[in-house]
């Protein structure tokens, strides 16, 4: 992270998502869990719902 440009990334409403590199960082802000976005997941900030996203949460994904 942090060796190329940073470039948003249209992830739907309710969600913010960016990515620099071969990762990108992905956040749900909704009030509902939301579809996890392709990709091998490094991290997330909160244990994930199976495939979904909870609400409030940050998941960090590297390009397959």
Do not use: H
């Amino acid at each position: 992270l942090g060796e190329s440009a940073l470039e948003w990334v249209d992830s739907g409403p309710g969600t913010l998502s960016f990515r620099n590199g071969n990762v990108t960082v992905f956040a749900n802000i909704t009030d509902a869990p939301v579809p996890l976005p392709t990709g091998r997941v490094i991290v997330a900030s909160e244990a994930l719902e199976g495939d979904l996203v909870p609400t409030d949460t940050a998941v960090w994904l590297a390009a397959d």
